[in-house]
């Protein structure tokens, strides 16, 4: 009979070990699947701020390159003046050259007529 009692102590050790273990592992599960669900939402929050940031970036660099444009293109046409002068400068540069260079090519070609005696003083 003792050897029963001890078998029956023994199975009922044995039943309340596997009772306290089923206990721990549903508590390891639970704290296991808040953890899983608390990390959720802080990478659903941090995506979230990275998803803003950026949208925030693009506004910026959006309203940065607008203001370029729009200066680039007013130092365009502040330009557009001067160039006209500019070039209205040259133009009557390269003009009074040009007649400048005219005159003296007829002088030099009437100092040769006149030395080889073609010219209108030697006839």
Do not use: F, H, W
């Not at 050897?3 to 296991?32: F, H, L, P, Y």
Request: proline residues 1%; without cysteine; charged residues 35%.
């Amino acid at each position: 009979m003792a050897s029963r009692e001890t078998k029956g102590q023994a199975e009922e050790k044995a039943n309340q070990t596997m009772g306290a273990t089923r206990e721990k592992a549903e508590a390891v599960k639970d704290k296991t699947q808040e953890t899983a669900e608390g990390a959720k939402g802080i990478t659903s929050r941090a995506a979230q701020s990275v998803k803003e940031s950026k949208d925030q970036t693009g506004s910026y660099l959006s309203e940065k390159t607008g203001a370029a444009k729009e200066k680039a293109s007013e130092a365009a046409e502040s330009a557009k003046p001067k160039d006209q002068a500019g070039k209205e400068k040259s133009a009557g540069i390269l003009q009074q050259t040009g007649e400048r260079v005219k005159n003296m090519a007829q002088s030099a070609t009437d100092a040769v007529k006149n030395t080889v005696g073609m010219g209108k003083d030697g006839e």
